[in-house]
């Protein structure tokens, strides 16, 4: 069982950043594809980003391409989202999730998830 708790949220100006990280226990952190995604107000969750278990191989939605980064330290069992040139829309609840298949952009592919941490970006 893998306990996820994310942290790193808050409010930023537009153009601004941040960074998000999600930390691992209860697992073995580098068994796990990890995702990154985000659930807006009056909006269905949808995917952000994900990881595989070695870092290598990334995929991102293409609303946050060029500006999103993910990573991961498999020693420090932490996911971290790196969150730059922010747009008030992407105002959410951002959730990291594992999962023990690679490169998922379903939710129900993932099989733990975090408490989220809310983002919010004014204009």
């Known amino acids: 069982q893998v306990q996820l708790v994310e942290s790193g949220g808050g409010l930023v100006q537009a153009g601004g950043s941040l960074r998000l990280s999600c930390a691992a226990s209860?697992?073995?952190?580098?068994?796990?594809?990890m995702g990154w995604f985000r659930q807006a107000p009056g909006k269905d969750r949808e995917f952000v980003t994900s990881?595989?278990?070695?870092?290598?191989?990334?995929y991102y939605a293409d609303s946050v391409k060029g500006r999103f980064t993910i990573s991961r330290d498999n020693v420090k069992n932490t996911l971290y989202l790196d969150l730059n040139s922010l747009k008030p829309e992407d105002t959410a609840v951002y959730y990291c999730?594992?999962?023990?298949?690679?490169?998922?952009?379903?939710?129900?592919?993932?099989?733990?998830w975090g408490q989220g941490t809310q983002v919010t970006v004014s204009s």
């Open positions: 990881i595989n278990w070695g870092g290598a191989i990334t």
């Open positions: 999730a594992a999962s023990k298949c690679t490169g998922q952009r379903s939710g129900s592919e993932y099989d733990y």
């Open positions: 209860g697992g073995t952190f580098s068994d796990y594809a």
